[in-house]
């Protein structure tokens, strides 16, 4: 008898584990939207005064960010009756993940994500006669290859800054101004244990970038488009690096923040934002552009194509593009603001000076995250670089 | 004489009454009624997104946009079989999951002797409200204390300067430490239950057939807890192979959830195909702990 039951058990137990198999197999199905899509969503209203009015009865909106994009959220509630909720996202491939689980309404993507959203169609044109602000930013961001397709505009931008090299004064050279310190032999010596560096396969293009100035005959001149050859020399270069690395920061801005602010890091790469933070704290650092140049990123607030709260993702995207928004975020994260109105309102009479948000010589030497791709991103159909996947395999192998 | 009937009259046929008689006459019925929520939950919920993980393991993703291309493909495998790095970084955090255990095991064994047979029940119900407080804290205030100690400012560094030592705690040492620390509630109180189940009945006769305390400790006292140490040894194994949070806080080394957990973004099938391997290293596991009568202790 209780063999009996016993066997009937498994056998009922095998059962479901099919039936559960083949439900999910069966739900398997169904992607993100399809690309070049037009910019009406579902449910979004046609004129300024529906979407204030759609707006107050959606009552939220779900953003995907950078850490400290989101500002001055109370005053946006009040103003249109949605409440902000905000996930901060590590990297850009962390970024895309979040947004087509479908969850968020919106997404703050640098130059690496935006290019791949806008081609599966994750993300939606943008109606500019629906964004008053837009007509105030910089005509120098609008209409780039990683905020627009085919002329049409993706998103509204919301500001642009560089990579730095940021190192603790007490510790290194103050007059330091190449990447040298943080690539060649004997300082990789003298800073051992101490490097702290971006993980994320993107940082290649920084790899990439100090080849570019140190071995010309590469011929490396866009450091996210790299031939076969250029991208193994960069991918040595690293491995090179890998053991004199003490951390290796995961966008997780905190655990660089107190590495540093404890000394167990001395130099490496950061954002900004970090940057602030720890001159805040009183702690002695020192973050500047080298003289080789830098990779850097420009971001776009961009609406998903199937979005929950269209209306208030519309509202949010005016108000980040607003003056006092844009103001409030350039000094808060250490960016240069894209709607030239805000360098009235800094607290900083300077900030838009320090942080060259006028001045586009400045950025011509700081190389923009963009998506690594097999045609090169160019029109010349010799050449073929090493693609997104393959780079995102190479950094497991880097970091062994 | 009339008749007094006492007998009450029948029920009133209500549906509530009907289904009730209905589930008393199929015993089967109710137990399956009762099981289904929870077993629809392991196999639906839990079985079911564990096999739609690991089906994408056969698919792959397009090199741009990195969707999901749902076209069948070993090449996933071919890659974690092939490239080293995978191979390192699997052994790298088997290693430590071994070494984990036998730290936990150590620490556990003292704590948890003392607990079940020596101290006081007012003392043995302190130490076990202390043992079990940890696992009220969060994961990640855990995580970041362990980098404050560990760090060259930290108390370990502090500790050590009068001797001249200085100890480089964001290491793998580091980490084995702050798994150990994290890790032992779930050592000590398997033991401490697998302890307490002996009878002091068995300790008194093997002293009268003349055992001393270490030779009753070698040959009765460790062979009948010795389940229960595989019993926790199960948590502090599985738990330490599939940590991603602790390794990116505390050492620069890849393990296999941190490998999986960057991949999982973007390389979907890659990560679910290397998530094969701790499966199958927890399968082998557990069925060792089996044939070691661990799942009776636990």
Known sequence: MKGRTARGARWAALGLVVAALSVVAA???????????????????????????LAREEGQVNLVQWPGYSVLT?????????????????????????????????????GNASVR??????????????????????????????????????????????????????????????????????????YKGKISIYDDSIFIADAALWLMATQPELGIENPYQLTREQFDAAVALLKKQAPYVGEYWPGDVVKQIQSYTSGDSVVGTTWPYQYLQLLNAKVPVKAIKPKEGTTGWSDTWMIYSKAQNPNCMYLWMNHMASPEAQATVAEGFGEAPVNLKACALTKNPNHCEDFHAEDESWWEDVYYWTTPSADCGDDDDATTCVTQADWKAAWTEIRG | MTSISFAEPPPRQSPGRRLSTFLYRHPRLRLLALLALPVGWLGLVYLGSLAVLLLSAFWKTDPF??????????????????????????????????????????????????????????????LVVAVLMPLWASYLVKAYAWRTILSAEGAINWALDPLGLTFNGYSNTGLWLVFTYLWLPYMVLPIYAGLERIPASLLEASADLGGRSLRTFAYVTLPLVFPAVVAGSIFTFSLTLGDYIAPTLISSDQFVGTVIYREYGTALPVAAAYALVPIAVIVGYLLVARKLKAFESL
């Open chain 1, 27 to 53: 739900g398997c199905g169904g992607g993100g939207g399809e690309a070049g899509g037009e910019w009406q969503i579902e449910g979004l209203g046609s004129s300024l005064e529906e979407i204030q009015d």
């Open chain 1, 74 to 110: 109370d005053k946006f509630t009040s103003e249109t009756g949605c409440k902000v909720n905000t996930k901060d996202g590590a990297s850009s491939d962390d970024m895309i993940s979040l947004i087509q689980t479908g969850a968020y309404d919106g997404v703050s993507a640098s």
């Open chain 1, 117 to 190: 959203l806008m081609t599966t169609g994750d993300v939606a044109p943008v109606n500019t006669d629906l964004i008053p602000n837009f007509a105030d930013i910089q005509e120098g961001i609008k209409n780039k290859d990683y905020n627009s397709l085919d002329g049409q505009p993706y998103g509204v931008p919301h500001g642009r800054g560089p990579n730095y090299l940021m190192f603790r004064t007490d510790v290194v050279p103050e007059d330091t101004d190449s990447w040298g310190v943080i690539w060649e032999d004997d300082q990789l010596e003298r």
């Open chain 2, 65 to 126: 946009t990195a969707q999901l291309v749902r076209e069948l493909t070993l090449d996933n495998f071919r890659r974690i079989i092939e490239t080293p790095v995978y191979r390192d970084v699997a052994w790298r955090t088997v290693r430590m999951a071994v070494l984990v255990t036998i730290a936990c095991a150590l620490l556990a064994f003292p704590l948890a002797y003392y607990m079940a047979r020596v101290a006081s029940p007012r003392t043995r119900n302190l």
